[in-house]
């Protein structure tokens, strides 16, 4: 569905002393999206996770390197179809309050994808909101809310709802799930689990943890310092990990598990 072929980022950075140096954010990623399928996208902090889902998600353009989608190089998408087009990926980032206009209400917020993308009218609108707050677990009622009224696992669930309002073919999750809470968390896996077999999209997850990442996802990317080191699929468990840099984030991570016991 979705292919990146030779993605590459650089950002050019001034030191405080006026020095330039570039910076190569993601380094010749080449990946394939399949219908209907979840993916995780592990690795360390700075290796480039958000720049490479924000460019999938055509918030960011790469440097270099091209994204198709469906055999069709983006680029060659008139801007006409580039909107069309814009609704099949979606973005749900880490941080749900400041993903939310904080003066719209749930119901503004839900509403405005559906308006600039589907093109809907406002009673269609207003029954796919009351639809999609309820496929997400939340009470009407919240609709008449706005962020800041709201709990950080409701406002997760607000953000999912809006990206699933577009009927999206791969939804991305940057960090979405981090800073909740335990039981939040895997009642917010289930949510998600839930949906796609529902919706039948496809996921990429973008996480620090790897339990995460077994829970959820058949195949496992493990990204360092700007590149794909590791795909693995149908992976079962931590032991389908074979890379190097895979094993030592697994190490980590069942120490990490050792010291919570
Ligand atoms: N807008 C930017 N300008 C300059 N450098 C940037 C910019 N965005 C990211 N970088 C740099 O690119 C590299 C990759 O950053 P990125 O945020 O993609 O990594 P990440 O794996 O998502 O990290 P984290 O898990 O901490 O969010 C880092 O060295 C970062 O400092």
């Keep these: 569905m979705l292919r990146a ?3 590459t980022k650089e950002y050019i950075e001034k030191s405080a002393c006026g020095r330039r140096s570039v910076c190569r954010a993601v380094d010749g990623v080449s990946l394939e999206f399949e219908e209907d399928s979840i993916y995780s996208l592990v690795g360390e902090s700075g290796s480039g996770k958000s720049t490479l889902s924000r460019i ?3 918030v960011e353009r790469p440097t270099g390197g091209a994204l198709a989608l469906d055999g069709k190089p983006v680029a060659a ?15 749900v980032m880490q941080d749900g309050q400041s993903s939310l206009d904080p003066r719209q209400t749930v ?8 308006k600039n993308l589907l093109d809907l009218g406002k009673e269609e609108r207003n029954a796919r909101a009351h639809d999609l707050i309820r496929r997400v677990g939340l009470p009407d009622e919240l609709l008449s809310r706005f962020p800041h009224e709201l709990s950080g696992g409701q406002q997760k669930r607000v953000c ?13 999750f940057d960090e979405s799930l981090s800073g909740l809470d335990v039981t939040l968390r895997k009642q917010i896996l289930d949510l998600l689990l839930e949906l796609k077999a529902e919706i039948r999209c496809s996921y990429l997850l973008v996480t620090h943890d790897l339990d995460v990442a077994l829970y959820l996802s058949q ?5 360092k310092e700007g590149k794909i080191v590791e795909k693995t699929a149908n992976v ?6 074979r890379h190097e840099y895979s094993r030592a984030l697994v190490k980590a991570l069942l120490s ?3 010291a919570l016991i």
């Design 256 to 258: 990490k598990r050792h």
């Design 160 to 172: 999912i709802a809006r990206a699933i309002s577009v009927s999206p073919r791969l939804i991305i």
């Design 56 to 58: 999938l998600a055509y």
């Design 219 to 223: 195949h496992i990317l493990v990204m």
């Design 77 to 91: 998408y008139s801007r006409k179809e580039l909107r069309q087009q814009r609704k099949s990926i979606q973005l």
């Design 107 to 114: 119901a503004q917020s839900l509403a405005e994808p559906m």
């Design 5 to 7: 072929s030779d993605i």
């Design 236 to 241: 079962k468990s931590h032991n389908d990990l």
